[in-house]
Structures are given as C-alpha cells and as structure tokens.
C-alpha cells in the first residue's frame, strides 16, 4: 500500500549554506582552461570579458580572449547569469539561489543571501546599487544596496523566467518558460504581462531603445515588437534550432547561437539572417560582441569561439581537445609521466610528462575506440567499434591494425603480461592472445553471448570478466573455460578490477559496487552512496581505488573497498576512464574531452589550504534543491550527511502518494547525489522527501521535503 503523505509550507523552507567551500583536488588538463559548459558571457570592453557555468566556473580574460583565467567561486552549483557595471564590481547568479559579488574584478567572490531555493537565471544591473535577478517559479529578486539584501517581487507568474534586459533604470523586460513575457516601466516596482502569441520557452531578449525589441526561443522562436511589447510579430528565421542567446551591437548588426554550434548573423536587423560556421557541433549557449567584428561565443564543453571579422570566421580559444564527438573512453598510464588517452572518432592522445601537455597521434581510424591496455612504455593495444584492435611498439608513433576475426564493438581491453592479452565486448566476444597480439582468437567456451563491459586478469589463469545484466564470468585457466558466478544484482556491470587472484571490486549502473575476497565465490554489495552510473575503477595498491562515472562522479577508498567517500572533482561531465601509477597520482577522462589529474590522490582543500578529504564537508544535515528542475526526464537530489546516517530519500506526488524510492539504506558521511527519472510519470508538481536517522532503528533526527516539476 502506497503511504500518503500532506504537505505543509514550513517543510519547504529554506536552509542556509550546509557545506564548506572547497577546492577540488583534481586539475583540468583538457581542455584548458576547463571542460565545464559555460552559461553566459559578459564584456565590459574589448579586452575585459567574463564567463559562467557549470560547476561554479567563473572565467576572466583581460586581453580579448587569448587567455583566460579560473577564478574561485566558492561554490560548486551551476552558475547561471552574469552582470558587470565596471571592470570591478559585478554579481554572479545560479542554482538553488546562489548570489555570488565581487568588488576586485573577481580576485574574491562573496556570497550573497537571495532567500530562495529557486535557481537564478539572469541578472542585471544599472547601476552599483540597483539590480534584478530572475529564475524558477516567477521569481524576481530586487537590490537597491548592491545585493546587501534582496527583496522578492510579485511577477504573476509562476513559470522559469530566464533573461532580464534593462534598457534603462526604469523599462526592462523578462521572458521566459510557456512564452512567458514581463514588462516594467518603473524599474521593477511592478510588471505587466505582455502577449507574445507563443508558448515556446523564450530564452534571451534585446531592446534597441524603449520601443524596439527582440525576443527569441525554441523551435526557432524570433519574435519582434516596435511598440515596447505591446505586440509581438514573429519573424522567420529559417529554422528550428534551439535559439539560446544573441548580441546586437546596433540596431541592424547582431548574432544569435544556439543548438549544434548554430550562428546566425544579420546587417539588416534581423530582416534576414545568415548561417555562419563555428566550427563545432557543440551547443552555443551565449555570445557578446564589443563591436561589429569582435565577438565571443560559448557553450557546451567550455568550448571558447572568437571571431575579429563580425562572424566570417571562429577560432576556438579553448585548448585541447573538447570538440564533439570527442568524448574520451579509456586511459592508461605506464609511469606518473607516459599516458595514453582513447575516444570518439578514432582519437588517440599520448602525453610524456604526466599530462602538462597532450598530443594527438594518428590511429587511422574514426571508429569509435573504447579501451587501451600497456604493457610496456612503447607497446600498447587499443580496442574499438566494429572489431577494431590497433597496436603500437613505438609509443603510439605509429599504430597498426590487428585482426580480432570479429565486427563486433570491443569494449575492454587486459594483459597480464607482455604476450598475453584479452579482449571483451558484444555479444559474448572474448578474444585472446598468447602472442602480443599476431593472432588473437575468438574463445568459443564461453557459457553467455550477452555484452561485456569490463575484464581483469592478475596473472595468465586468473581473470574475470563483467556485463551486462549482472553477468560475471571467471577462469582460473587462462581462458580455457569459463564460470558464471553469481553477482545479485541484475543492473549492468561496466568497471572491474583485481588486486590479487582474490580480491577484486566491479562497478555498474545505479551506483553498484560488488566486493570479493574469494575469487568471485561470493560477491557483497557495498553503499556507494550514489544512483549515478559507476563507468571504471582502478586500485593503486590493495587499500587504494578509484571509482569514476556518470555526473562527474569519483568515489575514493583507503581502506580495500570497505568504505567509498565522494570527492569533489569540478565538474559534472561523465567519466569513463581511469588510470593510477601510485596512491596519489591518478587520471581520469571522460565527456567532451575532459582529462582530469591529481597528484594528491584527489583530496580536496578547504578555502584556507588544508586538505579536507572530500568535499564537500557537511556542517549539518540538509536537502538540496534538485537539478535541473524542471526537467525532462531526469534530474539530480544531492544532500549532505554530517555523520553516517540511515537515509530514506522518496517521492510523491500531489496528493501524497508514493511514486519512487530513491534510497533506503545506511550512508556515509559527506555529500550524496541521486538521480531520479519521471520518465514513466505524467507531467506535474512532485515532492521529495528526506529522513534522516542515526541507525535503522534509531529516532528521527531529520527531515525535508522539496518540490520538483517534471515538464513534457
């Protein structure tokens, strides 16, 4: 019987900061100078320019863009919106309230109390006192002490509003979700609603003067009004892209970018529209031009677009590798200096010292490659799509296709000495090799033909392989037969490792860790902690392993398995390959590029230097909003435990049944991200609930309840 839960106001409310500020323990290294998707663009000249996004990324330029700087936020939410007045003073907003000001140029970022949960979309200020931030749920915040305090406003509405323009201290406008469009003339005091004649999401808005402006969408949205939005006239714009955000520099010239890399620009005032190349795939999510030939464009993948000849051409200022389908799969290190990277599109990057610099080789393919396994500083194997097996002897200079006698993907990749090889991947293949690779077979004796994710041997009999639906399969002879053992759980399994012929650790979708000590005789569940996709896994010696995957997810242990703590890593991109030479220097790929790299085994450090462990630190209880909400059809609850606690995380819907349960069980100390999917769920309000206990049987010590909308 489904429980049914009532809801009271005072459950919603809101709790202040519950984590400390830290810094992540890993490095970007591709691409430079990050891989986070960057949200909005501000310049206040040609040279001074400033960018948001993900993860708390806050990036300066004071030279047009040919550098760019990391500044440290504070803060690990999203970061959505971005006002400057000067080259000093400017405010900062995103996720789940965050208010972020700086009166240095962002040499420090205070935090500033927005009392809401809601998350903040767009921002602006007029002038060092007066500005208007706007987000979910028809907020509207307004400052007239420079955000010393921020007072909420009556909007009408009730949908995501996601960009305010001022076009002076009085008249300024704000669109958003459902066409959604608001009009002040007395500098906020109060809005009016204005007919747009759409119910497509409007993402981004621009007046000339009082009267003459332009508002666009999804689906291509342009719409235009002369009269100060009194009515809107939609505009063809020749398609039906995802229009994100644009600039005008005058009332003819301006840029728009959005879904696949789209730019669009006009001399005409947007009368027609011309498709210019950006040179990438990636979504562009926002542009700012200092005049008709200087702009900057950004977007997914921290990907960084210039162009000094009003748009005729883009040069990508982000260094490295983040272009899709550039998503990096595998990774292997041979010493703390000699790595090899694998991914899309026939990608293969090798680095001699350690990961400063990265440089790409030639494999001669743009299959798709998945795994790489050294067993030497110059001899490697590379896996793929469509049975493909590259080989080098010559550090990767030059790579040589192998035949595997298959066309089926090959998903891993394991020697347990210089000769002796094995490959997995779909359809129940296993192909071995006994001599370097000049032959590989297709091992027949295999009891399965299910897809296999992952494979480890500790010595030429041992070994183990992983996959899907729980499958794991052992030999203790070399491969000559086969054993299925049981795993007790029917989620995938995409990561396994071994540090002796007995003791190993797999991974797998929504948050699996299985533990053996036997050989894979037994296998024991352990609390990740996490609903996130568990990709790879790496041990640097009995006691110390790795864990990556979905959302930006690394897990860390000290103690052989027996316990995972999170690690604040900076960034939400999926993780997919894993690589240590020692208990502190480790690699880890993944989405859009990224090449994360510690020296300190991932530990994060507080704001004053110190090393905290993982990050962040939970002061106390609390229950994050979730991200993105809306959202279609999944969506991220993070919380924060101070102390090992008994955990039950649920939803319900309006009127207090129960439609999932995300966690029931014992937890670590530390922060916690779940993932939940409406995807069967009809569109509507839901809640999520949190318990907090000490033990199972122990008196209820916390509890929270959120709101969240899934959107169709």
Known sequence: ????????????????????????????????????????????????????????????????????????????????????????????????????????????????????????????FMDANTGIAV?????????????????????????????????????????????????????????????????????????FNANVGIVIGEMGTLLRTTDGGTTW?????????????????????????????????????????????????????????????????????????????????????????????????????????LGTVVGSNGTILHTSNGGTTWTKQSSGTTLALKGVSFTDSNTGTVVGSSGIILHTTNEGATWIKQTGDTTNSLNAISFSSVNDGTIVGANGTILQTTNDGTTWIV?????????????????????TVVGYNGTILRTTDGGSSWTSQSSGTNNILLGVFFVDANTGTAVGSNGTILHTTDGG????????????????????????????????????TTDGSTTWTSQLCGTNNTLFGVSFTSVHTGTVVGLYGTILHTTNGGVAVSADGKEIGHAPIALKYCLDQNYPNPFNPSTSISFN????????????????????????????????????????LPSGVYFYRLHV????????IFTETKKLVLLR
């Open 641 to 680: 435990l101070p102390a090992q606690s008994f955990v039950s995380l649920k939803v319900f819907d309006v009127i207090g049944r129960e439609v999932a349960t995300l966690a029931v069980q014992e937890m670590s100390a530390g922060n916690h991200v779940l993932q939940w999917s409406g995807r069967n």
């Open 233 to 337: 006239t939609r505009q063809s714009i020749g398609t039906n892209l995802f229009l994100n955000a644009f600039s005008f520099t005058d009332i003819n010239t301006g840029s728009i970018v959005g879904g696949g890399g789209m730019i669009l620009h006009t001399t005409n005032g947007g009368a027609t529209w011309a498709s210019q190349s950006s040179g990438t795939n990636l979504s562009l999510t926002a542009v700012a031009f200092t005049d008709a030939n200087t702009g900057t464009a950004v977007g997914e993948g921290g990907i960084i677009l210039r162009s000094t000849n009003g748009g005729s051409s883009w040069s990508n200022q982000s260094n490295g590798t983040n272009n899709y389908p550039y998503h990096l799969n595998g990774v292997f290190f041979t010493d703390s200096n």
């Open 443 to 463: 091992n027949s004796n295999i009891p399965l033909t299910t897809t296999f994710y992952g494979v480890m041997f500790t010595d030429t009999n041992n070994g």
């Open 1 to 124: 019987m489904k429980t049914l839960v009532k809801f009271f106001p005072l459950l919603l409310s809101i709790l202040s900061f519950c984590s400390l500020h830290a810094q992540s323990g890993w490095n970007w290294q591709n691409p430079l100078p990050q891989g986070n998707r960057l949200n909005a663009i501000i310049f206040l000249n040609a040279d001074t320019g400033i960018v948001v996004g993900e993860s708390g990324a806050i990036l300066r330029t004071t030279d047009g863009g040919s550098s760019w700087t990391s500044q440290l936020s504070g803060t690990n939410n999203t970061l959505l919106g971005v006002s400057f007045i000067n080259a000093d003073t400017g405010t900062v907003v995103g996720t789940t309230g965050t208010i972020l000001h700086t009166t240095n140029g962002g040499i420090t970022w205070a935090s500033q109390s927005s009392a809401t949960m809601n998350d903040l979309r767009s921002v602006s």
């Open 693 to 700: 206990n000490p033990d199972a049987a122990g008196a209820e």
């Open 135 to 207: 987000g979910g749920g028809g907020t509207i915040l307004r400052t007239t002490n420079g955000g010393s305090s921020w007072m909420g406003q009556q909007s009408g509405a009730t949908n995501i509003l996601f960009k305010i323009f001022f076009v002076d201290s009085n008249n300024a406008t704000v669109v958003g979700m459902s066409g959604k469009i608001l009009r002040t003339t007395n500098g906020g005091v109060t809005w009016t609603s204005q007919t747009s004649g759409t119910t497509f999401y409007l993402y981004d808005v621009f007046f």
């Open 521 to 556: 005789i037994t296998w024991t569940k352990q609390a990740s902690g996490t609903t996130n996709d568990l990709e790879g896994i790496c041990f640097s010696d009995m006691n110390t392993g790795t864990i990556i995957g979905n959302g930006g997810t690394i897990l860390h």
